[in-house]
């Protein structure tokens, strides 16, 4: 078996259940920190980096949704997992979407936060106008706007140190892996395969966020056979760093029971 392309680090106990967590766009797995004192407790957690953010390289022949999934698929296979969980934000939820449609065997419960199932050809407009802006200014020109996407301002506001921290993430990112990944994001089609994801689901929304509306999240929630969703009041995009504890609670409530109840697939 070769070696995974993506790097990755594993946290916590080896004999508990696995769970995997997939970053948004122009960030890294290190966005995770605030759940990992928690969350390892009760699972074996897989921090990942998707390919072109963070430690893992750009990959020029990875270029859909669901090659980003075959990639994770490889570092689960080096770890001799079988079955997961996924939690995917953002752009990581949408890897997430296409890892459970085409390994629903491999997939025991899913997250779904602040993301979506289908880029409407305005949006793609839209990311085609930010990827050229970044291609003429530079990744670090970036930040203001994806940060003002992100958090509500009365946040952003409070909390400038940890915009800080964000803002190092979207700046160190690298143009061909921003690139790599907006393609993806710009071909996202799963809202009518959505049906066919059996696992237990929880979709996250944010009631502020600017990104990915509670609309959209309503949709797929709808269109999931087993979705339950959720409402974080006042949460902008990145709600596991604006609301860590609202975040890491809800969500972890909803892994304790899809991975320790008897009665889990």
Do not use: K
Not at 166 to 175: G, R
Not at 193 to 211: C, N, S
């Amino acid at each position: 078996m070769s070696a995974p392309r993506l790097f990755h680090s594993v946290h916590g106990p080896d004999d508990a259940p696995v769970v995997v967590l997939l970053h948004p766009l122009v960030t890294h797995s290190a966005l995770w920190l605030p759940q990992l004192p928690a969350w390892t407790t009760r699972f074996q957690v897989v921090c990942v980096d998707l390919p072109g953010h963070g430690h893992s390289p750009v990959l020029p022949d990875v270029t859909t949704l669901s090659q980003y999934a075959a990639e994770v698929r490889h570092v689960l296979d080096a770890l001799g997992v079988d079955r997961a969980a996924l939690v995917g934000l953002s752009l990581g939820g949408m890897v997430a979407q296409a890892f459970a449609l085409a390994w629903p065997e491999r997939t025991q419960a899913l997250v779904l936060a602040h993301t979506s199932a289908r880029t409407e050809s305005t949006i793609r407009d839209l990311w085609s106008s930010r990827l050229q802006q970044a291609a003429d200014e530079g990744m670090a020109a970036q930040v203001p706007a994806i940060l003002g996407r992100w958090f509500p301002p009365d946040f952003a506001a409070s909390a400038p140190m940890t915009l800080q921290w964000v803002a190092e993430q979207i700046a160190s990112t690298p143009f061909d892996g921003y690139a790599a990944a907006i393609g993806a994001i710009q071909r996202l089609d799963h809202l009518d395969q959505l049906h066919g994801i059996t696992a237990p689901t929880l979709v996250v929304a944010g009631e502020r966020d600017a990104a990915a509306s509670p609309a959209l999240a309503r949709l797929m929630s709808d269109r999931l056979p087993h979705a339950t969703l959720t409402m974080l009041p006042g949460a902008g995009h990145i709600g596991n760093v604006q609301l860590p504890l609202a975040f890491t609670e809800t969500v972890g409530a909803f892994l304790v029971q899809s991975l320790d109840s008897p009665a889990s697939p």
